[in-house]
């Protein structure tokens, strides 16, 4: 926000891209964060009044809304008190209009959701969500990309608030006129503005009253309860993979294909990393993604490209250990399939369906750019071999049961920031090094058969480790 020279139209990109954020994240988890099927059958019979039921909700509701606010405010809050010179005043005002807009935004979407939820199923309305936010991310990420390359930052930089009154049809614009207003620069059209976000703000109020109720928690659990219409369902075409037929193997993918249509957060898990890689590939054209490192060695590059392909497999396959119904882990400790052989099967199949599905989009655009086809399906192959040791080795230190992990947010966000620091370091070795071992043909022969014979030894030794560790482990569900 402090790259442009109207504080309005900053402010405004603010509290447009918090509700847009908000209300996304909340049509994906709606049964999550506001209101469980489950509420109204263990608090129905007790002794809790809806007025209880009401606060309990709505100070879950704000505590969850408010650290995304903070988590978006904090910085260009920060811009406008001290490089716009608002002050403390500017501060408090670019987090509260930013935490009011938030609020609202979610008001807004508990009445729709308690809508479309009394015509669509609530889980195929989840799933649609699902997709919506997929989409709304992908969308995010192109337009961030154009900005920052494309334009360079020159789009809006000339352009001013007042140039485009068409902007106040936007509701978000009414909370962002709270930052003019504290900086002393507002107008009597940002004086309205922000009279009608504070109107706006208070008749959330009632709403929210009546949909965070027991009575609502019972129409939800009713509905959550009822039959979904059934759908004909093709066979899985993973289960013919050579590798997935039989055994614990096919044990995995089943099961990874039964949590990825009925959990939630797993699909959000996996489709969410789609337009990441999009992102990751867009960067990685300016590094030098597309030069043939074989052809011309000096000028390739592309060290985004390469943390996408470390980064994903090993997100994914942390992915796979994680997951609220926990509980039913109880079938690996009952039954005689072997324990090393489901985790073994878990990094296989992140192997084969993750990576190697990124790898074979990546090969397929690097020969239509490489003057060989045969330099990009060698390259290719040569970066899935290093992504899949540091996938072993990932295994190796922390080995798990699939799907047997109740999910906790401190530990899954160390996880993801200890993943970005290593992805992000192996990819930068990686695009360094591997145009050396590209500058003879002996070089890159010995490289590969290196790797591979350090990938046998790493599997047996993973075997072993599994073993040893799973056999330790007890069902604590």
């Given at each position: 926000g402090s790259a442009m020279p109207d504080p309005m139209l900053a402010a405004t990109?603010?509290?447009?891209?918090?509700?847009?954020?908000?209300?996304?994240?909340?049509?994906?988890?709606?049964?999550?964060?506001?209101i469980s099927p489950t509420d109204y059958g263990v608090l129905g019979h007790r002794p809790v009044s809806s007025r209880t039921y009401f606060a309990a909700r709505l100070t879950s509701v704000l505590v969850y809304i408010s650290a995304i606010s903070l988590s978006l405010a904090l910085l260009p809050a920060g811009a406008f008190a001290l490089r716009r010179g608002f002050g403390v005043s500017g501060f408090v005002a670019g987090i509260l209009s930013v935490l009011l807009c938030n609020a609202s935004a979610t008001v807004l979407v508990i009445f729709l959701y308690a809508k479309l939820a009394s015509v669509v199923h609530p889980r195929r309305l989840r799933r649609a969500m699902t997709y919506l936010q997929l989409a709304s991310a992908m969308t995010f990420y192109g337009a961030y990309y154009l900005m920052t390359t494309g334009f360079q930052g020159t789009a809006l930089t000339g352009v001013r608030f007042d140039e485009m009154r068409w902007l106040w049809l936007n509701p978000a614009s009414w909370f962002a006129a709270l930052v003019p207003l504290a900086g002393g620069v507002g107008t009597r059209h940002?004086?309205?503005?922000?009279?009608?976000?504070?109107v706006?703000?208070?008749?959330?109020?009632?709403?929210?009253?009546?949909?965070?109720?027991?009575e609502y928690a019972a129409t939800i659990g009713e509905l959550t309860a009822s039959a979904e219409p059934v759908r004909r369902r093709r066979p899985w075409r993973w289960l013919s993979v050579p590798g997935f037929r039989r055994d614990e193997a096919r044990a995995v993918a089943?099961?990874?294909?039964?949590?990825?249509?009925?959990?939630?957060k797993f699909r959000l898990a996996i489709l969410g990393l789609l337009p990441l890689m999009a992102f990751y590939l867009l960067l990685g054209l300016r590094q030098g993604a597309l030069i043939d490192p074989i052809s011309d060695p000096e000028r390739s590059g592309g060290a985004f490209t390469y943390m996408a392909v470390i980064f994903i497999p090993m997100t994914l396959h942390a992915s796979l250990e994680y997951s609220d119904s926990f509980r039913a882990a109880w079938i690996f400790f009952a039954t005689p399939a072997s324990a090393a052989r489901l985790v073994v099967a878990a990094k296989n199949f992140a192997t084969v369906f993750f990576l190697g599905g990124y790898l074979?989009?990546?090969?397929?655009?690097?020969?239509?750019?490489?003057?060989?086809?045969?330099?990009?399906?060698?390259?290719?192959?040569?970066?899935?071999?290093?992504?899949?040791?540091?996938l072993q080795l990932a295994v190796i230190l922390r080995p798990g049961l699939p799907f047997s992990m109740q999910p906790r947010q401190g530990e899954h966000t160390g996880r993801m920031f200890v993943l970005f620091l290593v992805g992000g370091i192996a990819a930068a070795v990686i695009s360094e090094f591997i145009p050396i071992i590209y500058t003879h043909a002996s070089w890159t022969a010995v490289f590969v058969g290196a790797v591979l014979a350090v990938t046998a030894v790493i599997e047996y030794a993973l075997r072993q480790r599994v073993t040893e560790a799973v056999g330790e482990l007890e069902y604590v569900g």
């Open positions: 990109l603010l509290t447009t891209y918090g509700a847009i954020s908000t209300a996304m994240l909340l049509l994906v988890d709606f049964t999550g964060v506001v940002e004086w309205i503005a922000a009279t009608a976000a504070v706006v703000a208070a008749a959330c109020v009632p709403v929210a009253a009546g949909r965070l109720s027991l089943l099961l990874v294909g039964a949590q990825f249509r009925y959990d939630q074979l989009v990546l090969a397929a655009i690097w020969s239509f750019t490489y003057e060989r086809v045969w330099h990009a399906v060698l390259h290719a192959f040569v970066v899935g071999l290093l992504a899949h040791v540091l």
